[in-house]
């Protein structure tokens, strides 16, 4: 699978203070039946955009200009609960290419990160400080593995491990990766004799 490469992004933010925001929330387990991310997005926080009839309520996520935010700033322990893989597809099918918490659940990570999606993990002051200043404009650069806030408000840098840092600049995942790999190892099974 293939993603528009991610290098730099500056973007307003979509703030949603709530602590452990969970994958059920992310995307509830009726929407578990696709095996693609397509349409996914619309589904992205379903029980808290739409009433019972279906039909959206004033929750952010329906505003207007909350699609052209491409960073999400979530509570502390964003991502936990179960494994789903759709999480990360139906931010990422919203319009999210980052998110930013002060703690982010490991499996939502790895999901992210082959999706992706980059999880960012800061410091809780910067943390404090995005979810203070909702829909402020942030810039994230994964070269230099830097969140830029601003108005003086400071430059704090992330991990991210090296390769997927690389898939991510690449717009690719693991399989394309490889993929891209092909000749390289043709030739060198060539050359071993294998």
Request: hydrophobic share 35%; with cysteine.
């Amino acid at each position: 699978m293939s993603f528009d490469p991610l290098n730099s992004i500056t973007s307003k933010t979509l703030v949603l203070p709530a602590a452990n925001i969970d994958t059920d929330q992310i995307i509830p387990a009726r929407f578990l039946t696709v095996t693609t991310r397509d349409g996914l997005g619309k589904h992205a926080f379903n029980d808290w955009r739409y009433d019972e009839n279906d039909q959206p309520n004033d929750h952010l996520l329906n505003q207007k200009g909350s699609s052209d935010c491409q960073i999400l700033v979530g509570g502390h322990n964003f991502g936990c609960g179960s494994s789903r893989e759709h999480a990360p597809w139906a931010l990422s099918d919203y319009g999210f290419r980052v998110v930013i918490s002060s703690e982010i659940a490991d499996i939502f990570t790895g999901n992210s990160l082959k999706n992706g999606l980059l999880p960012v993990v800061i410091e809780k002051s910067a943390h404090q400080w995005l979810l203070d200043h909702p829909g402020e404009e942030v810039t994230i650069d994964l070269e230099k593995q830097q969140v830029r806030l601003p108005k003086n408000g400071g430059t704090y840098s992330f991990d991210i491990d090296a390769f997927s840092r690389h898939c991510l600049m690449e717009g690719v995942d693991e399989m394309g990766y490889l993929a891209a790999q092909t000749q390289d190892i043709k030739n060198y099974e060539s050359r071993s004799g294998s």
